[in-house]
């Protein structure tokens, strides 16, 4: 409809217009872009930036960078003293060649190759790692969990000792009939499963160093991936009265480990499947392990980039996004000859969609919740960026609504459905189940449950604290992709996760098709905006461990009612 005014009218309207903020039903809320999404990713990914490691010129690129991008989507700074930042005080060590390492076995002393036969690291604060003769034990999945009555380590003292754990749960290869068999929530791994739980519980009772026996199927990934940090790890700077974690952490080959339990007149399939049993004692290995390296050992402040949109009537409480912004660094060349890990899918692409949702915010009305947007440091070495936030927050836990968190998108096209990551966890995936049928998509869940991706990315340190929250990550399962179906997601998967991985091929293409990406961008917006403008406060779902923890701070919690 066309109206048209006198001019003396026009100009009078003209100036109520100009002094009158827009309503919310004039104001249209741009697009989620393609093209911006691409452009962030390939700056993010370029080789300027060279793979994102903390410290030095890649982590003051990034995070100059990052800022510049919030600051364009429109955002306010949300970090320490009204900046852009928080501060993370953090360690990096890096093992210096030559690493020694040999095993000494019935009279016999094994040298052991370096990153081929084990891979380590360590995360204390020191410059050099030396053990000598530390006895191995094996200690089963080394899960403590009362609440499931099971206990691996039935007393045996590991003080000065090397412990040895499976990977993953004790349920993970566990046939049907068998005792064990959904303990541990069969093929979808759960805390006890991860490499940082047995590395911590290996600290908690006095190992000198810790072992996790390398399966690609129980861990997720293959020996390409365990060896990418080459030797390279970080850790947050640990107060004088903390725990200190084990000298030495990592890995070690299926087969030789075999080998290792043969010699000790064990059957390693035998006592795996002893190990499924609530029966199982640690086993000594009659070998002793030494191991002799220099370390590499640099003070850094790290930091986490954080922007906001203050809310217009409850500013107090929060919608948060997440990504991190970290990636692999340099490491020994591939067989192309390419150093650079650049984190294009893993987290660069991510971003991009954090920030293109913030833009899209920005540009419309002023939700009634704070919105935050934060570019986690330091994921890839274990969370550390999420939860130096998680144990000093810049906004209280108990007032913050949700977490949504971006990690690891694709670039295959289209999809028919989303993937849930986490389900039975909290009241966030029927919200996700609603919004994603309003894009015409249906919800699969997670396909590859026993990776256990839902305690593997940022998100978790806030769901430690209560925090319901919800992952998008394409490593979850297949996805039903528009050209191609299922077939063709698990391919895409597939290469993916053996090929490009935290390598180096994991890079930037003008020939990707974001239409997916974006799909997950527009979900995660309508997610939030329903929560920024509403009322309501997501719980966890029965049976949740993250449950107990919200119930405690809901009194504290404004406009919550019981």
Known sequence: MKIRFAATCLAVASLAFASTPPTAAQQVSPTISAERMSEITRVLASDEFQGRSMGGVGEEKTVNYLIEQFKAAGLEPGGENGGW?????????????????????GGANRPLRVPDDVYLSTVRDTTQARIANAPMVFVGYGVTAPERDWDDFK???LKGKVAVFLVNDPDFEAAAGEPVAGTFGGQA???????????EEASRRGAIAALVVHDTAGAGYGWNVVQSPAGENFNVVLGPNARQPVLLQGWIQGPLFADLMKQAGHDFAAVKRQARTKAFRPIDLKATLSADTA?????????????????????NETVSYGGHWDAYGIGPADAQGRTIRPGASDDALGLAAMIEVARKFAAGPRPERTLLFAAWTAEERGLLGSEYYATHPLYPHEQMVANLTFDTLQWAGPVKDVVLIGKGQSDLEDLMAEEAQKQGRYVTVEGHPERGLFYRADHFSLAKRGVPVLLNMALAGAYDLQVGGRE???????????????????????????????????????????????????????????????????????????
Request: overall charge positive; charged content about 25%.
């Open 488 to 562: 063709a997601g698990e391919k895409w998967l597939g290469d993916f996760t053996a090929n490009c991985y935290h390598q180096a091929c994991d890079a930037w293409s003008p020939n990707w098709n974001l239409a997916g990406a974006i799909q997950e961008a527009e979900l995660f917006y309508a997610i939030g905006a329903r929560l920024a403008n509403g009322r309501s406060w997501p719980g966890w779902k029965p049976g949740s461990e993250f449950g107990k923890v919200r119930e405690e701070s809901k009194a504290r919690r404004t406009g919550e009612r019981g």
């Open 155 to 157: 007393g045996v003292d």
């Open 189 to 199: 791994m759960t805390y006890y499963g991860r490499w940082i739980y047995k590395f």
């Open 295 to 315: 370390v590499d050992l640099t003070r850094l402040n790290s930091r986490n980039v954080i922007g906001k949109l203050t809310g217009s009537r409850y500013p």
């Open 85 to 105: 930042t928080q501060s993370v005080p953090m360690i990096r060590t890096k093992l210096t060649a030559p690493v020694s390492v040999s095993v000494k076995q």
